[in-house]
C-alpha cells in the first residue's frame, strides 16, 4: 500500500496558464476526493467520484475547473486559464465504499500563481 | 448545512502539560465527527473518529475525544503533550451514510515549547 499520492507536489505558472494535477489513491478505494485548502483555512471539498462517476461539485468548482476520473482508477484535475485567487494546496483522498467515514489524504499539489 | 467551529486559531503548550482542541459542530442529524492531524509537509492523518456507541473516543498517538451532543461539541484532548505533537488540528464532521461528504473546521495550530 503506497498511499495517496499526487503530482506535481508543487507548480509555479503565470496567471493565465493552464495547470493539471494528477491523484493515485489507494488501489482498493473507489471513492476519491478532491478538496482545497488556503492559508488559514481548513481543506474545503471540491468535488467526489464514485469509481468514474462524478457525483458532486461544490459551487467553488468554477467552469474553469475540470476534474475527471476516466477508468474509476486516477484522477485529473484540470485549472484553465489560472488566476492569483486559484494558489492553494490542492487535495487529493480516496476512501472504501464502506461507512468508515475515513478519508486517506494525499500530501497535496501546491500551486502558486503570478 | 453542516459547519464546524474551532474557535482557537492557535494554542501554545508545554511539553508534558494537558491538552484541549476546542470543536463545536452544527449538524442536523447524527453526524461522523473526526479529527485529522496535519504536520507540516505531510498529508491530513485521521486521530480518531466518532460515529455511535461510547461518547469518549480513543483515537492514535495517545489522544481521545469527547461526544457531547447536548453541546454540539467534540473536543480533542491529550493528558501530556509531547513536542511531536507540535502540528495543526482539524476537526470535521460528516453526514452518517451517504459518501461521507466532510466538512472541516478551520483549524487549531499547536505550537509546543520545552
Known amino acids: 500500500d503506497t498511499g495517496v499520492s499526487q503530482d506535481p507536489r508543487h507548480k509555479i505558472t503565470k496567471r493565465g496558464q493552464n495547470v493539471t494535477f494528477r491523484c493515485d489513491p489507494i488501489s482498493e478505494h473507489n471513492r476519491l476526493y478532491w478538496y482545497r485548502q488556503t492559508l488559514g483555512q481548513g481543506p474545503e471539498f471540491l468535488t467526489y467520484f464514485q469509481n468514474e462517476a462524478q457525483l458532486e461539485k461544490s459551487r467553488l468548482l468554477s467552469d474553469r475547473f475540470s476534474a475527471e476520473r476516466p477508468k474509476g482508477s486516477f484522477s485529473t484535475l484540470e485549472i484553465q486559464r489560472t488566476e492569483q485567487g486559484d494558489s492553494a494546496m490542492y487535495l487529493c483522498?480516496?476512501?472504501?465504499?464502506?461507512?468508515?467515514?475515513?478519508?486517506?489524504f494525499g500530501e497535496g499539489s501546491r500551486l502558486t500563481v503570478l | 448545512a453542516q459547519s464546524v467551529t474551532q474557535p482557537d486559531i492557535h494554542i501554545t503548550v508545554s511539553e508534558g502539560a494537558s491538552l484541549e482542541l476546542r470543536c463545536n459542530y452544527s449538524y442536523g442529524a447524527t453526524p461522523y465527527l473526526f479529527w485529522y492531524v496535519q504536520s507540516p509537509g505531510q498529508g491530513l492523518q485521521l486521530l480518531l473518529k466518532y460515529f455511535s456507541g461510547d461518547t469518549l473516543v480513543q483515537g492514535i498517538k495517545g489522544f481521545e475525544a469527547e461526544f457531547k451532543r447536548s453541546q454540539s461539541s467534540f473536543n480533542l484532548r491529550k493528558p501530556s503533550v509531547h513536542w511531536s505533537d507540535a502540528a495543526e488540528y482539524f476537526c470535521?464532521?460528516?453526514?452518517?451514510?451517504?459518501?461521507?461528504?466532510?466538512?472541516f473546521g478551520t483549524g487549531t495550530k499547536l505550537q509546543v515549547i520545552p
Open positions: 483522498a480516496s476512501s472504501l465504499d464502506l461507512n468508515t467515514g475515513e478519508l486517506f
Open positions: 470535521a464532521v460528516g453526514p452518517l451514510g451517504g459518501y461521507q461528504k466532510v466538512t
